[in-house]
């Protein structure tokens, strides 16, 4: 997690640190006045009172390290010492408390002080970790109490909850500063994305659609040239409009790999929003779209046009590359395939197999062929 927000970023649940803080600070003070009280008939007050004087000590420590505004420097082991500390402070009580003052569910020498412990590890390691931090307390606590009461488990319950509400709100934390980076980083993408369209259509755009129209009225020569610049000029606004592909998450936008496969011969169309996959499921699906579209420039004729179509139905991607070539005829596939000449089609299967997809195709003689690519998202 400290790798996201970077070295010396503010921690999303630092206030969770701070009020962990807090938390110690107020129940240290309450852990005094219940010595204070009790401490005439603790059976060896000065062990009482060095014990206190160890919980303060532990408590200005844990606030020296939680108070650091990078998570990198509240570290893992220093929190799970903080679990191991506050039990062996809370297990001396046996050696304090008498057996009268015991038998009258008198506190025990750590009182509430203990429930830093299970509210830092939630922080820390979020709501598994605030929970696993709370039974050891609890643990704790039943030893000390030498027994287990109703009193040990209903603190045991809220050592637990405290654990586990704090961890789930230190998780959602992080996940929304995450999501909140993320959408910043694109928001200032597409800013830079548009000036570089304003700037390219004013210059750049603007000359390849002038050849594009000069060379188709010259023909010859210049007509080969006003289709090559049209395909630039196609592809380059694409560049200049599609968002970035690769999240921070690890994820990439299928819809912005595809479209930059768009051409004067290939027309994309995809959802509004992204469709964002594993970086090895775009990746594969965007060769299998090339190999499908290859297929179409060595087969369908150099006046054939084809059509790719995303569509993002929520639990499965489904990708369709369609053309209006002249379509392959009844048992073409078949004498291939016993003349081992179907690489490209087998590689093709090959790569929507190992995404746990299907691929099928239609094909009939001058209607074209169709792929359809159904991927599960997971």
């Known amino acids: 997690?400290?790798?996201?927000?970077?070295?010396?970023?503010?921690?999303?649940?630092?206030?969770?640190?701070?009020?962990?803080?807090?938390?110690?600070?107020?129940?240290?003070?309450?852990?005094?006045?219940?010595?204070?009280?009790?401490?005439d008939g603790y059976q060896r007050p000065w062990l009482a009172w060095t014990?206190?004087?160890?919980?303060?000590?532990?408590?200005?420590?844990?606030?020296?390290?939680?108070?650091?505004?990078a998570l990198r420097w509240r570290w893992r082991w220093f929190v799970l010492a903080d679990v191991v500390v506050t039990c062996a402070l809370m297990l001396t009580s046996p050696w304090i408390l008498?057996?009268?003052?015991?038998?009258?569910?008198?506190?025990?020498?750590?009182?509430?002080?203990?429930?830093?412990?299970?509210?830092?590890?939630?922080?820390?390691?979020?709501?598994?970790?605030?929970?696993?931090?709370?039974?050891?307390?609890?643990?704790?606590?039943?030893i000390a109490r030498q027994g287990f009461t109703l009193d040990v488990a209903r603190d045991g319950v809220l050592l637990v909850a405290s654990g586990l509400l704090i961890g789930m709100s230190a998780t959602t934390a992080r996940k929304s500063a995450a999501v909140l980076a993320e959408a910043l980083r694109t928001e200032v993408a597409n800013a830079e994305r548009e000036r570089l369209a304003r700037d390219i259509h004013d210059s750049v755009l603007q000359v390849l659609a002038r050849v594009r129209r000069r060379g188709a009225e010259l023909g010859g020569e210049a007509a080969e040239l006003a289709e090559l610049a049209g395909e630039q000029e196609i592809a380059l606004r694409a560049l200049v409009t599609t968002g970035p592909t690769r999240h921070s998450t690890g994820e990439t936008d299928?819809?912005?790999?595809?479209?930059?496969?768009?051409?004067?011969?290939?027309?994309?169309?995809?959802?509004?929003?992204?469709?964002?996959l594993p970086s090895r499921t775009t990746a594969e699906l965007v060769a299998v779209v090339r190999e499908a579209l290859s297929n179409v420039d060595k087969h369908a004729g150099p006046a054939a046009?084809?059509?790719?179509?995303?569509?993002?139905?929520?639990?499965?991607?489904?990708?369709?590359?369609?053309?209006d070539g002249p379509g392959i005829p009844e048992g073409r596939l078949a004498d291939a395939e016993g003349e081992g000449r179907l690489g490209v089609v087998r590689s093709m299967r090959g790569r929507v197999a190992e995404l746990g997809g299907t691929i099928s195709l239609e094909t009939a003689p001058g209607q074209g062929t169709e792929w359809e690519i159904r991927v599960p998202r997971k």
């Open 305 to 323: 046009k084809a059509w790719v179509l995303l569509e993002d139905v929520g639990r499965e991607v489904v990708v369709t590359v369609r053309d």
């Open 254 to 276: 299928l819809r912005a790999a595809l479209q930059l496969l768009g051409s004067s011969k290939v027309q994309v169309a995809a959802p509004a929003g992204e469709v964002n």
């Open 1 to 39: 997690m400290s790798r996201r927000f970077g070295p010396t970023a503010r921690e999303p649940a630092t206030p969770l640190w701070w009020g962990t803080i807090g938390l110690r600070v107020l129940t240290l003070l309450f852990a005094l006045g219940a010595v204070i009280v009790h401490s």
């Open 98 to 142: 008498t057996d009268a003052q015991n038998a009258a569910v008198a506190p025990l020498i750590t009182t509430v002080w203990v429930a830093g412990a299970p509210v830092a590890a939630g922080t820390r390691f979020g709501g598994v970790g605030g929970v696993a931090a709370g039974l050891v307390v609890a643990a704790a606590t039943g």
């Open 51 to 69: 014990v206190l004087g160890a919980m303060a000590l532990w408590t200005v420590a844990t606030a020296l390290v939680y108070a650091r505004e």
